[in-house]
């Protein structure tokens, strides 16, 4: 399999990757069976993507599929940064279990990071939203 320059770079230096100081969303994606997680970081304006940021104990796949995501998604409205992730599902449904699981650890945290958005900004003070993804990153010849 060849990788293309901006798998690369992803690889080489993540985007978005680490922790807001002031989020106004943070969800958790999370494997139940591996252990492996994704917490992922909105800024405080509920209608668009304007800061964003993850953290991972995943693998460099988690990684790479979390900096190409976020990349896509900053900037972008909340409704189009939904179909972004709408079309990432589909273009990975194919993929090997563990890339779908990866990619879905990084969407689940960003629907998780979503609704604790919508929570606060209903005044409610939780501070994180958790999601089980419903895959496995934990392959056969792992376990």
């Known amino acids: 399999m060849e990788l293309s320059e901006e798998i690369i ?6 985007k978005n990757y680490g922790k807001l100081e002031a989020p106004g969303g943070v969800g958790l994606g999370y494997d139940d069976r591996s252990g492996e997680y994704v917490i992922l970081y909105l800024g405080q304006d509920p209608k668009a993507v304007g800061e964003i940021a993850f953290a991972t104990n995943g693998c460099q796949d988690t990684v790479v599929l979390g900096s190409v995501f976020t990349e896509m998604v900053k900037g972008a409205s909340v409704d189009e940064a939904i179909r972004i992730m709408h079309s990432m599902e589909q273009q990975v449904a194919g993929a090997p ?3 779908r699981a990866c990619s879905e650890l990084v969407l689940t945290a960003f629907k998780a990071a979503l609704q604790n958005l919508a929570h606060r900004a209903a005044g409610g003070e939780e501070e994180l939203h958790k999601l089980p993804i419903a895959s496995s990153c934990a392959t056969e010849e792992e376990e």
């Open 9 to 14: 770079e992803h690889m080489m230096q993540p």
């Open 97 to 99: 279990e563990k890339q």
